[in-house]
């Protein structure tokens, strides 16, 4: 089999999950005997491009016309079975879709986020879950509140490219929703559920630790959407032991100021990944405090991984990655510190494990992928 992993990759300024998403899965199905052909541009060409490319990046999230050249030269010359789409944005546009089409092969797409409809694609605008722009023919809500980077004009070519593009989806194969939660997403877009499988990300098996921890653990952007602020309120009325702290991001400083004041934070900075496996491991529970419908926390499945259990809000794709392996709360102060204290005394350890190995593997995961690459195949020479 062959296929086109076409992705946008973000700036190299900006450390992107997805972009280590994309590279995981080019490794893996390249290992599994698929032969990948990547069709990848990256926002950090924009600044090196020629003045007339310039000119042309307004458009380009409708339709980039370098992009619709590239593909079709290396899909006539490479005659792959499958193009698969990550990010779309902003230089290869949803037209690689048509392009697809057009030369015969069928379009599967990662949905990683909420841009079908959002233009931000976090549904999360000033502290609040913000859908103000679903349903709507055009999504001037975005507009008006400089939803895409803070500017209402680089917001109005994103919700024009929303608006041009709502059948293009619709058009599409296959989505791979990486939760129940972006299925649902999908099926208020008018996308039949046939169109949707659900398949999350992996991460690769290092083992864990049976032996019980200490306390809480954070590990995430130090944001408002990431519960940061809900976090620190629900500790100080129920702490219980230690919590420890592990990121960057603009509420760093109030992290810092509550480490400070109190002896039972600790907040140690951003850890490279063998920091954060060893604080997981030594930890009664991970905390997942967003208060945004977070698609897929992968720090959730690497906890699992690591047999640690996790206390979690209900939103987003969190019920589903958690399951039986934790705790469910709303995201309110109230509702967060009355669940502290049993996630900080430990427990569900082989729960956690046993949900990883269920559902989380590189091979389980792989193989839902293939299978997905398989039935477009199969319906498209039908």
């Known amino acids: 089999m062959k296929v086109v992993i076409a992705h946008n990759r973000y700036s190299s300024a900006q450390p992107s999950g997805e972009n280590t998403i994309v590279d995981t ?12 052909v990547p069709f990848q541009r990256s926002s950090d060409e924009i600044g090196d491009q020629p003045l007339s490319e310039k000119l042309l990046l307004p458009v380009s999230p409708v339709y980039a016309p370098r992009a619709q050249r590239e593909l079709t030269e290396l899909i006539t010359r490479e005659r792959p079975d ?15 879709v048509k392009t697809a089409h057009k030369l015969g092969v069928p379009v599967v797409q990662t949905v990683h986020n909420y841009r079908q409809s959002c233009a931000n694609g976090l549904y999360f605008r000033d502290g609040r879950i913000c859908r103000d722009c679903l349903g709507k023919p055009f999504p001037y809500p975005a507009v008006q509140h400089s939803c895409y980077r803070g500017s209402k004009a680089q917001s109005l070519i994103m919700a024009t490219t929303l608006a041009a593009h709502r059948g293009t989806w619709r058009s599409l194969d296959q989505f791979i929703a990486l939760t129940p939660a972006i299925a649902e997403h999908l099926l208020t877009l008018g996308i039949r ?29 130090l944001s408002e959407e990431k519960g940061v602020r809900l976090l620190l309120d629900s500790w100080a009325r129920s702490a219980t032991g230690r919590l420890r702290i592990i990121g960057d991001g603009p509420l760093r400083e109030l992290v810092e100021k509550a480490a400070a004041d109190r002896e039972d934070i600790d907040y140690l900075g951003p850890q490279n990944a063998d920091g954060v496996r060893a604080a997981m491991r030594s930890a009664n529970a991970l905390v997942i405090a967003s208060t945004w419908l977070e698609p897929l926390p992968t720090v ?22 958690v399951g039986d392996a934790g705790w469910l709360v709303e995201p309110t102060v109230d509702a967060m510190s009355a669940a502290i204290p049993r996630a900080a005394a430990g427990g569900l350890r082989p729960e956690a494990r046993a949900r990883y190995l269920e559902n989380f593997t590189p091979a389980v995961v792989l193989d839902r992928l293939i299978g997905v690459y398989e039935k477009v195949r199969r319906s498209a020479a039908s």
């Not at 899965?25 to 990948?36: F, K």
């Not at 990550?86 to 037209?95: A, D, K, M, V």
């Not at 659900?198 to 809480?216: A, F, Q, T, W």
């Not at 959730?300 to 990655?321: D, F, K, R």
């Open 25 to 36: 899965e080019i490794r893996q199905l390249t290992e599994a005997g698929v032969e990948v």
């Open 300 to 321: 959730i499945i690497e906890a699992l991984s690591n047999g640690t259990p996790v206390l979690g809000t209900n939103l987003g794709g969190i019920p589903y990655l």
């Open 82 to 96: 499958v193009v698969h789409l990550h990010n779309p944005y902003p230089l290869l546009s949803p037209w690689v």
């Open 193 to 221: 559920e046939d169109q949707i499988t659900v398949k999350p990300n992996s991460i690769p098996d290092h083992g864990y630790s049976r032996e019980p921890g200490e306390g809480l653990l954070f590990v995430g952007r």
